[in-house]
């Protein structure tokens, strides 16, 4: 793929790939796009009854929400097991150019970061005693998850760049993974995407979108 990396609108860096015209994240910013979606709806709305989570994240791309979430599991004192899809990974050359490790704040970012990416695949790696990681390099349609999740971030791209991420098939089996009283969380608000996620068994809620988007999604598995 022909990827650039660009600057979002608050200063961190996002990639955008040429070939299909799409950004990683949001131009208004990147960091400011994950945290509203994925830390604050959706580690921080699961962490209210759970201190010990397993995390399934749906497109491991830059690592940028593997790095916040590690760095919210220090700062809440959380138990965090993060499993992370990717089936095409970054080459090390774009990852060490992203400036997110000047951006987010914490202990040694630089360090977790780097580790984040260089930890070998299909292992489960202890990158703190709060935090491992678990990184798998396959598709969503031909994995078969062997583990159960409190949380799934999905941060696939867009419905009209990846249809086949946002079928019927794909909401069925990650919702068949999904622990009862889990959340999927996900940027995308479509009302396609809605009635998906509705028709295989999730309850749904529209939630305020980070800046520049309106609304966001997030999808509960009730008892």
Known sequence: ???????????????YVKDLNEHYHSTHGAIQESKH????????????????????EIGFGTGLNALLTYLETEKLNLNVNYTTL??????????????????VGGENPKEIFTTIHTCEWEKSIAISPHYNLHKLKNTLQQIGFVGSYNLIYFD?????VQP??????????????L???GSLVTYCAKGEVKRTLKKVGFEVES????????EMVRGNKKL
Do not use: Q
Not at 45 to 56: A, E, K, M, P, R
Not at 169 to 174: G, I, M, P, S
Not at 207 to 214: A, E, T, V
């Open 37 to 56: 979606v994925y830390i604050d709806s959706g580690l921080k709305h699961v962490s209210t009854i759970l201190d010990c989570i397993n995390i399934l």
């Open 1 to 15: 793929m022909n990827i650039s990396i660009i600057k979002t609108e608050d200063g961190s860096d996002s990639l």
């Open 179 to 181: 622990k009862p009283n």
């Open 164 to 177: 086949e991420m946002w079928t019927e098939e794909v909401f069925a089996k990650l919702f068949s993974v």
């Open 86 to 103: 990717e089936a095409y990974p970054l080459d090390m050359e774009i990852v060490n150019k992203l400036n997110y490790a000047d951006c």
């Open 156 to 160: 696939a791209f867009a419905p009209n």
């Open 207 to 214: 939630l305020p979108g980070p800046p520049g988007k309106r």
